[in-house]
């Protein structure tokens, strides 16, 4: 049987964690996830995903503020783990870990590498408009996702995807790849491959910044940017002063030459907002300051009374 220590934290990672649970040749000696948050606006503290599954099935939980120079470091590598299998973990992974397992480590990413190496490879798919995404299989290395690619899985990007139904998709991709990948590894029959360097784009962790809505991109670049940020962490733009963030928008086609961020339809059912190129876009779902998620049928009747064709959404945001 062979032993795996697995490192992962969000709901990206549960689907691998059970599947390796699942099979009777492997043994999860131990999971390591990122440490108990306050969330919400209660501030309750709560255990990552991971944890939680892992307690589900009675497995030794670790969860070092910081992995590196760690007694929970030295605890892992006493355990001798033929294998560490990392899947979002979110934290630095040391050499010395990396090296330790007779198999080495190896890491379940969502992207097709070389492309979109770093934490948010589902966002940056969406946001750069991409037609496929999927997972890669690769031997871990010091730096950040540049290991020899072991085994790939491509899926079809679909209009209506955002970052939450891709979360979705790839972590059952990737766990049935894992799945697939794991006996060429132990038996060491797998092929690797280099990545091409010259083929390498990053997705770094979306800033505050980029939450932004530019009304002066088009109007595909904008719906793209949104899908790229629902359910986290939210597209925003600033109307009478209050952050408004928006869930869900379609391009579309309109004629208007109205300047970018200017209300230029709004009906019982429908507000459109000039965008950038001379193009416009549809608001579908959105979230005014202090109020929940809404679809625009929902908010329009209690919002046209002050909103009105011509009004613009404001350049900055007024705290």
């Known amino acids: 049987m062979q032993k795996i220590v697995f490192m992962g934290t969000p709901d990206f990672s549960v689907p691998i964690l059970e599947g390796l649970i699942t099979q009777q040749e492997y043994k999860v000696v131990a999971v390591v996830t990122q440490p108990d948050r306050k969330v919400g606006r209660k501030k309750k503290l709560t255990a990552p995903p991971v944890k939680q599954k892992a307690l589900e099935h009675d497995i030794m939980v670790l969860q070092p503020e910081r992995l590196s120079g760690s007694e929970e470091l030295d605890q892992i590598i006493k355990l001798e783990p033929d294998i560490l299998i990392t ?109 091409n360097e010259e083929q390498v784009t990053y997705a770094p962790m979306i800033s505050p910044e980029q939450e932004k809505i530019d009304w002066n991109q088009n109007a595909k670049a904008i719906e793209q940017k949104v899908r790229g940020m629902n359910p986290f962490p939210g597209a925003y733009a600033v109307l009478n002063g209050k952050r408004f963030k928006i869930w869900l928008a379609k391009a579309v086609e309109n004629q208007s030459h109205e300047e970018p961020g200017t209300i230029v339809k709004l009906t019982a059912k429908e507000m459109w907002v000039q965008c950038g190129e001379n193009s416009t876009l549809s608001l579908l779902m959105v979230q005014p300051f202090g109020k929940p998620k809404l679809s625009i049928d929902d908010y329009l009747p209690g919002a046209i009374n002050h909103l009105k064709e011509g009004v613009k959404f404001e350049e900055s945001k007024n705290e």
């Open 87 to 195: 899947a979002a973990y979110g934290q630095y992974v040391p050499t010395k870990l990396l090296k330790a397992p007779k198999y080495k480590a190896i890491n379940v990413h969502a992207s097709l590498l070389p492309k979109y190496r770093g934490a948010a490879p589902i966002h940056y798919a969406l946001i750069e408009g991409e037609q496929e995404t999927g997972v890669t299989i690769m031997y871990m290395e010091k730096e950040m996702d540049a290991g020899n690619i072991i085994s790939q899985r491509s899926l079809l990007i679909e209009d209506s995807d955002t970052v939450g139904t891709l979360f979705e998709k790839l972590s059952l991709i990737g766990r049935d790849l894992l799945l697939d990948t794991l006996p060429g590894i132990f038996a060491e029959t797998n092929a690797s491959l280099l990545q």
